[in-house]
């Protein structure tokens, strides 16, 4: 006997446990009859694979770096139903969801990050039982979670100022909206310099480039034996 208890409300739907899976946009304990969410593990503290380099004569060992390796989150689960047929057809709908690769993995309890993983398989639930307990395992390649949306940073005067809040570097990607003619535009800071255009294109003064198509003929001939 499970008793839930820390519980979210999901807009429009009845109460979800509070680690309810959103399954390539879909939530599974609320479209799936009968299915329920009971815990899932394997959204902790990630491990780390040390890199290293042992050298003859030399005492210890050379540390090269770390690296994160991929992860899977488990979901146990229980699925009831009243008949065997509609057991199986909740199981089937089931299986019809998570049959998607590579897609958005999000849970109730975090709804603004997801990851992104494949369900490949988990604990068979016991057979010829209309209420059983399972396991989904979802792999996930890359071991980081993302923020559902995109914070958008103004910039002052010529300076853009980034404070990353999250626990990994990201990347950021750039929009930029000339009011001018510039041939030339560069962004720079401690990591380094991106450059885009022509230096010595001066304000001002149009450069003309003509380019030529290489047309491909109908037909190409075999060559001769």
Known sequence: MYEFVDINELPGTESVPA???KYNGTWLDTTVPGFRTLNVSGRELLTKEVREKSIPGIDGNTYLGRDVPSRTITVRY???APTALMFRERYNKLMSILNAEQVQVIFNDEPDKYFIGTAIGGENPDPGRLSVVGEIEIYCSDPFKYSTTEKSIPITGNTLTITNNGTVPASVRYEIKLNQENGYLGIASEHGAMEFGKREEADGQT???????LGLPDFIAAPDD
């Open 19 to 21: 680690e309810a899976v």
């Open 78 to 80: 229980a699925l009831t």
């Open 207 to 213: 450069y003309q480039q003509t380019e030529y198509l």
